[in-house]
């Protein structure tokens, strides 16, 4: 078997680092296999710069013509698996054509990348930065390496951040009055808010908030809507009168979100609701959903 | 059904423990390797199981108790993480990320309590946030138990003065107002209980209730423990506070339990001082809350407070307590318009209690109470609640027992009109209450007016009420009631004459209008008191001032013989026969011949009509020669008719032996040693002659009768009759008529004859001979006599 995988085998290997690999923050990233692994993180106008070696095995020689190093960002559809649409491309040659005997090592940079979008793991759809190291070869193939790294964008605090206030009810049945203590929410914030009754009618058993994920892919009539349920958190229990007045406290820490998406490049959007379900004794279910803006607070440790 | 239930908690209980068992496993392991995130997910999946609704509040108790030991372990562990360099504050984030709520704030309170010890925010944030949070939960048997935890866990941490925790400023009404929130929210979990479920279950409902009550009341005791509450915050926070839940939760159980609860842990002071407030609040709670429970308490406790700390009674003056208390009884009353007459009586009867224990010399205060509860009661009538005459009574019996003096109670005007609504049967209870008392407490009664006052009170052993008398009266109790008027009699008592006839003119009129069957029990005394106030009269001519003494033995005579002459309808002629007799002596002494005579013929009237019975003639007869004997006032003539009708009387008597012994009784009445004039010789012979002749008849009669000599007793008897008349010098007693009877009974003797006869005999022969020895005149004369 040895010889035969060795035929397959790449005639070198080759591996990329980041200039500041080792004080980078790193985040793990859930790969298609299910794994974890941990990629370096950036965000948008950082330079991205380090060294590619590519050492041939031993014994042997890499002819190619010529090496380069590619910056992609890419969105892959998974009903379109393995068709990735390029949003964007930066190219750098590393290399002219030549023969390689032994270990080189090529510095690289991209200096000030726009990288406008985060990001994104989805139900139907991916966004992922990726450095693409290619030897191009003739006949025998080219040898490609990738490099996934970690995008995420932070945005300053919104200057116009309103409360969400609302009555909602079922005539003579249950009307209730919420509030949440903001409309944008940053991924470690904490939700803040009461539920008051007005008037119950209706034995409720209890009240969940959950936080909804609405993932829309494609466009016109192709579009795919996703929605899950990331957290379901319940508010209260058992049956109150009129009067009461629930407090909300969530905190979205524990939850696995991401900012709110609009529209990437045409391509797909991710939105956020907090969804308010009452349950009453016969488990028939009122809610009342209200969409959040989330956003990715710079973190003022790293 | 109902069986099956409870089997089916049982298993649910098993069920549920187990689980809990198990998780509380995992926590510990958990713990023991450090492992923060592990001990909170277990922790959490163990307060699960106390989201169950299939249990009642008893096991669910036990399922909660678990809970606390185990969360008592999970809050030593987070104490531990924090000095291992955990941060508070992030523990008390990371433990709000439980999903599910009643774990998570279960969590959180543990958590909120570690956070407060390490101080690292004020204890007052950290519990209102804690009070507030917990507002999610709802249901509420499980909303009771997670704030009864949470007031559990703040009890040693509230800012109180003096409390580690106690901040920089308005600390205490911080700790004041988590527990007042604390209260108030569970409260109204508490009363939510009852309208929750189907209507058929609401005894059961009930029932669970009552068990959780504590839970409830427990936050008033912590109140009353903080030290911080002092006498003006308990006026002007706690109280008003706490009243205004009571008031508006519209519970009845509630109400009930948590007033009395107030009552109860506050101290006596406190009361004293918001008595208004505290009274404001009884006529707003709901109509079928039992109010009286709740004020008699009250009211018993202030009186005790009173009774054991006799310098605060100026406080009491102060605060008006009284009339405080009278007003808030009065629009309880009103408020509450059907409150059953038992409610209405027994809040009189312990404000009553009240009055008198804070107020003794204050009797306007207790007449005050009666006068009210008068009020109460008109339009009612009679009171036929038995529970309500029973607390009547005691109300009743209350002023007797504090002053332990009739003479008190009797200045209390509106207690008779209170007596009045009393059933006849009661009334009579009551009647007999306050007589035991003056017996009990030897009172004295001096005057008319008190005595007219206490036979208003005590009617209903002194005549039979207007009404007719369903029941009858067991003999037994009716003989007792009436022996203690009798003795009741006694305690009427003045010095001055002059009064005390008045008195009697007072028992008299009512005695006479107490129907025949009292009479036989009431005259008696009633004349021996009487005749006890002849005695005390100055004697008559001995009146060294001149002064017209307004009652005169004559008059009283009068008075007597109208009461005795009642005596003979009832019927009760020995009675009245006795008494007769008995006054005819005492006018004897008064000097009153007239009267006496009077007296006198009005017995032997009542012998010749009413005294049919022989034996009861015998003994009359005895009675009458007896005191006639003694009679000093009579002239002879006088004394002539008397005797003469008493021989005849004698004479007359049914059977032979009677008459033999009556006429021989009669000789003394000829021959009174200490009067000249009585010295009658002629008549005594006579007498004793006519005694023989009885005598011989009667034992010719048992001869005839039975074939037998009857007995030789009645000679010896006459013999002895002889002896005496003999040895007082009777000249007509001559030494052969002594002699010759003995032979007489000699021969007699000689016949076989009953032992007892000869024994007499024997003794009275030996008396003789005794006789015989005695130096002087006596023995002189027995030495006459030759046997």
């Given at each position: 078997?040895?010889y035969?995988?060795?035929?397959?085998?790449?005639a070198?290997?080759?591996?990329?680092?980041?200039?500041?690999?080792?004080n980078?923050?790193?985040?793990p990233?859930?790969?298609?296999?299910?794994?974890?692994?941990?990629?370096p993180?950036f965000?948008s106008q950082?330079?991205?710069?380090?060294?590619?070696?590519?050492?041939p095995?031993?014994?042997?020689?890499v002819?190619?013509?010529?090496?380069?190093?590619?910056?992609?960002?890419?969105?892959?559809?998974?009903?379109?698996?393995?068709?990735?649409?390029?949003f964007t491309?930066l190219?750098r040659?590393?290399?002219?054509?030549?023969?390689?005997?032994?270990?080189?090592?090529?510095p690289?940079?991209?200096?000030?990348?726009?990288?406008?979008?985060?990001?994104?793991?989805?139900?139907?759809?991916?966004?992922?930065?990726?450095?693409?190291?290619t030897?191009?070869r003739?006949?025998?193939g080219?040898?490609?390496?990738?490099?996934d790294?970690?995008?995420?964008?932070?945005?300053?605090?919104?200057p116009?951040?309103?409360?969400?206030?609302?009555e909602?009810?079922?005539e003579?049945?249950?009307?209730?009055e919420?509030?949440?203590?903001?409309?944008k929410?940053?991924?470690?914030?904490?939700?803040l808010g009461?539920?008051?009754?007005?008037?119950v009618?209706?034995?409720i058993k209890n009240?969940?908030?959950?936080?909804?994920?609405?993932?829309s892919?494609?466009?016109?009539?192709?579009?795919?809507?996703?929605?899950?349920?990331?957290?379901?958190?319940?508010?209260?229990?058992?049956?109150?009168?009129?009067?009461?007045?629930?407090?909300?406290?969530?905190?979205?820490?524990?939850y696995?979100?991401?900012?709110?998406?609009?529209?990437?490049?045409?391509?797909f959007s991710?939105?956020?609701?907090?969804n308010?379900?009452?349950?009453?004794?016969?488990?028939r279910r009122?809610?009342?959903?209200?969409?959040?803006?989330?956003?990715?607070?710079?973190?003022?440790?790293s | 059904?109902?069986?099956?239930?409870?089997?089916?908690?049982?298993?649910?209980?098993a069920?549920?423990a187990?689980?809990?068992?198990?998780?509380?496993?995992?926590?510990?392991?958990?713990?023991d390797?450090?492992?923060?995130?592990?001990?909170?997910?277990?922790?959490a999946?163990?307060?699960?199981?106390?989201?169950?609704?299939?249990l009642?509040p008893h096991?669910?108790?036990?399922?909660y108790?678990?809970?606390?030991?185990?969360?008592?372990?999970?809050?030593?562990?987070?104490?531990?993480?924090?000095?291992?360099?955990?941060?508070?504050?992030?523990?008390?984030e990371?433990?709000?990320?439980?999903?599910?709520?009643?774990?998570?704030?279960?969590l959180?309170?543990?958590a909120?309590?570690?956070?407060i010890k390490t101080?690292?925010a004020?204890?007052?944030?950290?519990?209102k946030?804690?009070?507030e949070?917990?507002?999610?939960?709802?249901?509420?048997?499980r909303?009771?138990?997670?704030?009864?935890y949470l007031?559990?866990i703040?009890?040693?941490?509230?800012?109180d003065i003096?409390s580690?925790y106690?901040g920089?400023?308005?600390?205490?009404?911080?700790?004041?107002?988590?527990?007042?929130?604390?209260?108030t929210e569970?409260?109204?979990?508490?009363?939510?209980?009852?309208h929750?479920?189907?209507?058929?279950?609401?005894?059961r409902?009930?029932?669970?209730?009552?068990?959780?009550?504590?839970?409830?009341?427990?936050?008033l005791h912590?109140l009353?423990?903080?030290?911080?509450?002092?006498?003006?915050?308990?006026?002007?926070?706690?109280?008003?506070?706490?009243?205004?839940?009571?008031?508006?939760?519209?519970?009845?159980?509630?109400?009930?339990?948590?007033?009395?609860?107030?009552?109860?842990?506050f101290p006596?002071?406190y009361?004293?001082q918001t008595?208004d407030?505290?009274?404001?609040?009884?006529?707003?709670?709901?109509?079928?809350?039992?109010?009286m429970?709740v004020?008699?308490?009250?009211?018993?406790?202030?009186?005790?407070y009173?009774?054991l700390?006799?310098?605060v009674?100026?406080?009491?003056?102060?605060?008006?307590?009284?009339?405080?208390?009278?007003?808030?009884i009065?629009k309880?009353?009103?408020?509450q318009?059907d409150?059953?007459?038992?409610?209405?009586?027994?809040l009189y009867?312990?404000?009553?209690?009240f009055?008198?224990?804070?107020?003794p010399?204050?009797?306007?205060?207790?007449?005050?109470?009666?006068?009210?509860?008068?009020?109460q009661?008109?339009g009612?009538?009679?009171?036929?609640?038995?529970?309500?005459?029973?607390?009547?009574?005691?109300?009743?019996?209350?002023?007797?027992?504090?002053?332990?003096?009739?003479?008190?109670?009797?200045?209390?005007?509106?207690y008779?009109?209170?007596?009045?609504y009393?059933?006849?049967?009661?009334?009579?209870?009551m009647?007999?209450?306050?007589?035991?008392?003056?017996?009990?407490?030897n009172?004295?009664i001096?005057?008319?007016e008190?005595?007219?006052?206490?036979?208003?009170?005590?009617?209903?052993?002194i005549?039979?009420?207007d009404?007719?008398?369903?029941?009858?009266?067991?003999?037994?109790?009716?003989?007792?009631e009436?022996?203690?008027v009798?003795?009741l009699i006694?305690?009427?008592?003045?010095?001055?004459?002059?009064?005390?006839?008045?008195?009697v003119?007072v028992?008299?009129?009512h005695f006479?209008?107490g129907?025949?069957?009292?009479?036989?029990?009431t005259?008696?005394?009633?004349v021996?008191?009487?005749?006890k106030?002849?005695r005390?009269l100055?004697?008559?001519?001995?009146?060294?001032?001149g002064k017209?003494?307004s009652?005169?033995?004559?008059k009283?005579?009068q008075?007597?013989?109208?009461?005795?002459?009642?005596l003979?309808?009832?019927?009760?002629?020995d009675?009245?026969f006795?008494?007769?007799?008995?006054?005819?002596?005492?006018?004897?002494?008064?000097?009153?011949e007239p009267?006496?005579?009077e007296f006198?013929?009005?017995?032997?009237?009542?012998y010749?009509?009413e005294i049919?019975?022989?034996k009861?003639q015998?003994?009359?007869?005895?009675?009458i020669i007896?005191?006639?004997?003694?009679?000093q006032?009579?002239?002879?003539?006088?004394?002539?008719?008397?005797?003469?009708?008493?021989?005849g009387?004698?004479?007359?008597?049914?059977?032979?032996p009677d008459?033999?012994?009556?006429?021989?009784?009669c000789?003394h009445?000829?021959?009174?040693e200490?009067?000249?004039?009585?010295?009658?010789?002629?008549?005594?012979l006579?007498?004793?002659k006519?005694?023989?002749?009885i005598a011989?008849?009667?034992?010719q009669v048992?001869?005839?009768?039975r074939?037998?000599?009857?007995?030789?007793?009645?000679?010896i008897?006459?013999?002895?009759?002889?002896?005496?008349f003999?040895?007082k010098?009777?000249?007509?007693?001559?030494?052969?008529?002594?002699?010759?009877?003995?032979?007489?009974i000699?021969n007699?003797?000689?016949?076989?004859?009953?032992?007892?006869?000869?024994s007499?005999?024997?003794?009275?022969?030996?008396?003789?001979?005794?006789q015989?020895?005695?130096?002087?005149?006596?023995?002189?004369r027995?030495?006459?006599?030759?046997v």
């Open positions: 078997m040895n035969l995988l060795g035929a397959f085998k790449p070198c290997n080759i591996s990329i680092t980041f200039t500041d690999g080792k980078r923050k790193q985040v990233t859930k790969k298609d296999n299910g794994q974890i692994v941990m990629n993180l965000q950082e330079t991205i710069a380090g060294k590619i070696n590519i050492e095995y031993q014994g042997k020689k002819e190619h013509n010529g090496v380069k190093v590619e910056l992609l960002g890419q969105i892959e559809m998974y009903f379109d698996r393995g068709n990735f649409y390029d491309s190219v040659e590393i290399d002219v054509p030549g023969e390689i005997y032994e270990r080189k090592t090529y690289f940079e991209f200096s000030s990348v726009e990288m406008p979008y985060e990001t994104y793991n989805g139900v139907n759809v991916r966004l992922r930065y990726v450095l693409k190291v030897v191009t003739g006949y025998a080219s040898i490609v390496e990738y490099q790294f970690v995008v995420r964008n932070y945005v300053p605090l919104p116009i951040n309103n409360s969400i206030k609302m909602v009810g079922i003579d049945c249950l009307h209730i919420f509030e949440y203590n903001k409309s929410y940053h991924l470690k914030d904490v939700i009461k539920i008051y009754f007005l008037l009618r209706i034995k009240m969940d908030l959950e936080i909804r994920r609405r993932e892919t494609g466009a016109g009539a192709n579009t795919h809507v996703e929605t899950e349920t990331l957290a379901k958190f319940e508010l209260m229990d058992g049956a109150p009168v009129r009067g009461e007045s629930i407090p909300v406290r969530v905190f979205l820490t524990p696995d979100l991401t900012p709110t998406h609009k529209n990437i490049n045409n391509k991710v939105k956020y609701y907090l308010l379900v009452l349950v009453d004794e016969e488990d009122y809610f009342k959903q209200q969409e959040i803006t989330l956003y990715r607070l710079k973190e003022e440790t | 059904m109902i069986a099956d239930g409870s089997e089916d908690e049982e298993k649910w209980l069920a549920g187990a689980a809990f068992k198990q998780n509380a496993f995992y926590m510990q392991r958990a713990i390797s450090n492992n923060l995130k592990d001990a909170l997910k277990y922790s999946q163990m307060l699960s199981e106390l989201r169950t609704s299939k009642s096991k669910y108790y036990d399922l108790m678990r809970a606390f030991d185990e969360l008592r372990k999970l809050e030593i562990f987070f104490m531990e993480e924090t000095r291992r360099g955990c941060s508070v504050i992030e523990l008390y990371l433990v709000q990320h439980a999903g599910n709520i009643l774990p998570r704030l279960y959180l309170c543990t909120g309590s570690v956070y101080k690292e004020p204890a007052k944030e950290i519990l946030d804690l009070v949070m917990c507002r999610g939960i709802q249901h509420p048997l909303g009771l138990f997670l704030r009864s007031a559990q703040s009890r040693d941490k509230l800012p003096g580690e106690e920089d400023a308005d600390t205490v009404i911080d700790a004041v107002e988590f527990v007042l929130l604390n209260f569970m409260n109204k979990l508490w009363v939510r209980m009852q929750q479920g189907p209507a058929r279950e609401k005894e409902r009930e029932k669970e209730r009552g068990e959780l009550r504590d839970l409830v009341g427990k936050n912590v009353s423990q903080l030290e911080g509450v002092d006498l003006d915050m308990y006026r002007d926070t706690v109280l008003p506070r706490v009243l205004e839940q009571i008031v508006n939760c519209r519970d009845e159980i509630a109400q009930y339990y948590l007033i009395d609860c107030i009552i109860q842990v006596d002071e009361h004293l008595l407030v505290l009274l404001g609040a009884c006529p707003q709670l709901q109509a079928s809350v039992d109010i429970t004020l008699s308490r009250l009211m018993e406790r202030l009186s005790n009173a009774a700390n006799a310098e009674l100026p406080y009491f003056l102060q605060v008006e307590a009284f009339s405080k208390l009278n007003n808030a009065g309880v009353i009103e408020a318009e409150m059953p007459i038992l409610s209405a009586v027994t009867s312990s404000l009553l209690k009055t008198l224990h804070v107020h010399d204050r009797l306007d205060y207790a007449d005050q109470v009666l006068g009210s509860c008068v009020k009661l008109s009612k009538g009679k009171i036929d609640d038995t529970r309500a005459t029973k607390e009547l009574v005691s109300l009743l019996s209350a002023p007797l027992e504090k002053y332990n003096d009739v003479v008190t109670a009797l200045k209390l005007t509106n008779p009109l209170v007596v009045e009393l059933d006849t049967e009661t009334k009579r209870i009647a007999t209450v306050i007589v035991r008392s003056i017996m009990k407490n009172t004295l001096t005057t008319a008190k005595v007219e006052a206490l036979f208003e009170l005590i009617k209903g052993i005549n039979d009420l009404e007719p008398q369903g029941l009858e009266v067991d003999e037994d109790d009716f003989q007792e009436q022996n203690s009798a003795l006694h305690m009427l008592y003045n010095d001055d004459p002059e009064e005390m006839f008045k008195i003119n028992l008299k009129k006479l209008t129907g025949p069957k009292r009479l036989k029990f005259i008696p005394p009633l021996v008191s009487t005749l106030l002849i005390r100055p004697v008559e001519g001995d009146n060294p001032f017209e003494a009652v005169t033995a004559t009283i005579f008075f007597l013989n109208q009461i005795i002459e009642a003979p309808n009832v019927p009760s002629p009675l009245a006795r008494l007769y007799l008995q006054c005819a002596e005492a006018a004897d002494k008064c000097d009153e009267i006496a005579y006198f013929t009005q017995a032997y009237i009542l010749e009509e049919s019975d022989s009861a015998v003994t009359a007869l005895q009675l007896g005191t006639l004997q003694r009679m006032v009579f002239g002879v003539e006088n004394r002539d008719t008397l005797t003469h009708k008493a021989t009387y004698a004479a007359k008597l049914l059977k032979k008459q033999c012994r009556a006429v021989y009784a000789s009445l000829f021959w009174l200490d009067r000249e004039t009585i010295q009658d010789g002629e008549r005594v006579l007498c004793l006519r005694a023989l002749k011989n008849s009667a034992q048992a001869n005839t009768a074939g037998s000599t009857g007995s030789v007793t009645l000679f008897e006459i013999l002895n009759k002889y002896l005496y003999y040895e010098g009777v000249p007509q007693i001559t030494v052969e008529s002594v002699e010759s009877l003995i032979k007489l000699k007699e003797e000689s016949m076989p004859s009953d032992p007892s006869a000869e007499f005999f024997a003794t009275t022969l030996e008396f003789m001979e005794f015989k020895q005695k130096e002087g005149a006596i023995g002189e027995y030495q006459a006599i030759k």
